[in-house]
């Protein structure tokens, strides 16, 4: 599975972004998704992640209630919603794809390349 996110830019404070996760392959389906960032100078963590058929997600305390994630197998493609954006959510955001949904970066067996966010005050 090959992953591309896409979205990224630069917002004000109590703005709103959407990320996508594009996927190839026809076997999208069968992986959790999850997103992650990583701010300069910290290290890549957990945003929140969603099941293989959408029903189920699961989000970090810091972004829970503003963040959402959905997904569409038809296309692919899987979205973080981002709402109410905080300066504290400027980071390289990324997804990625696996067959178990953690909080942890190392069971996910497939990245995409990053989308920079940057939220101005």
């Known amino acids: 599975v090959q992953l591309q996110a896409s979205g990224g830019g630069l917002v004000q404070a109590g703005g709103s972004l959407r990320l996508s996760c594009a996927a190839s392959?026809?076997?999208?389906?069968?992986?959790?998704v999850g997103w992650f960032r990583q701010a300069p100078g910290k290290e890549r963590g957990f945003v929140g992640a969603?099941?293989?058929?959408?029903?189920?997600?699961r989000y970090a305390d810091s972004v829970d209630g503003r963040f959402t994630i959905f997904r569409d197998n038809a296309k692919a493609t899987v979205y973080l919603q981002m709402n109410n954006l905080k300066p504290e959510d400027t980071a390289v955001y990324y997804c990625a794809a696996g067959l178990v949904s953690t909080y942890y970066t190392g069971d996910y067996d497939y990245w995409g390349q990053g989308t920079e966010v940057t939220v101005s005050s």
């Open positions: 969603i099941n293989r058929s959408g029903g189920s997600t």
């Open positions: 392959g026809r076997t999208f389906s069968m992986y959790v």
